[in-house]
């Protein structure tokens, strides 16, 4: 096992190049103007122009999309043609919306979709096949979706389990944490500090704004929306990183320890136990249920994603990643 700071700094760096990752530098990636379409994943100088999308023109800025598609420039096609859905379904994909006819959540037929649907279907179909054949600029950018997923999902675990213990928001910032301290990585230090610097690191993504505003939350729903993709068409995701597990194990142990303290404080003698001896935490069965806050963002019955209040949704193909 590496020394403590040494995985920190080894999350701190996973975290930064997820984030940076899915940004696209200018000076690499042409960047469409007004009117102007897209390129064609793998579509090179002289390749036959791609009818335009009717979904690429979608009314407001950027910033009041539901989708990034600026962070992911060679899903820009396909971000495009399926935005008016993703603001339909709460950014979730699910592939028989394309190959059925579409209704709403009372069985009629959509029709604010049903006119949109049949473009979107072929776009849909493109990059399923494309990415099922293997296209390297696909796939390099699904990795990068997907890394990025895989960050949120544990912060999204962490949170979950700090709200649940009524550590978050911290009530106080413990002695010696500066605001600008965000090294929440460092899963040895105890919880409180740990809660401190992961508050201090929202803070900073959202610069005092509500999460659902921010840059980062649409940048990981898009990589969420596009992982929900390559899961429903069937392609192997990644697995979870040994470093991600090794940080949620360290982390739940941290979080059982300080429950246990607490309860002992007050009432005077050990917390409850489950049927095999391991304490029964808020953050779920030891590293089971940190997998769980994993891919659903939350302790099984625990219907705690409050609205505003924390990351992202973390998309079901997180919980493949994590099988």
Known sequence: ?????????????????????????????????????????????????????????????????????????RFARFLQATERYAALSGCRFRLATFEGEPRNSAGNVDPSWSEARPSAALVVQEYREQLLAGDAPLL???????????????????????????????????????????AYEDT????????????????????????????????????????DFASEIGMRLPEVPEFHQAMLGEFTQTADAWERDCFEARCGFGGPRGEEGEHSSASGSGFAGAVWRMAWGAPAGDGAAQDGDGPPPVSEAAATAAA
């Open 140 to 182: 390099e950018e699904l990795e990068r979706a997907s890394r990025l997923v895989m960050v949120e999902s544990v912060r999204n675990s962490m949170v979950a389990t700090l709200r649940k213990l009524e550590l978050w928001p911290p009530p106080s910032a413990p002695p010696g944490v500066e605001a600008d301290d965000c």
């Open 1 to 73: 096992h590496r020394p403590a700071h040494a995985r920190a700094r080894g999350a701190r760096g996973m975290t930064q190049r997820a984030a940076s990752d899915t940004t696209a530098s200018p000076a690499s990636v042409h960047r469409p103007t007004k009117g102007e379409e897209a390129p064609r994943p793998g579509a090179g100088e002289g390749a036959a122009e791609a009818p335009k999308s009717p979904q690429s023109d979608l009314p407001g800025s950027p910033a009041s999309r539901a989708l990034d598609v600026e962070s992911f420039p």
């Open 188 to 227: 040895t230090a105890p919880l409180e500090v740990i809660a401190q610097r992961m508050y201090n690191d929202e803070q900073r993504r959202h610069g005092g704004r509500s999460p659902s505003e921010g840059g980062h939350h649409r940048r990981a729903t898009t990589a969420s929306f596009i992982v």
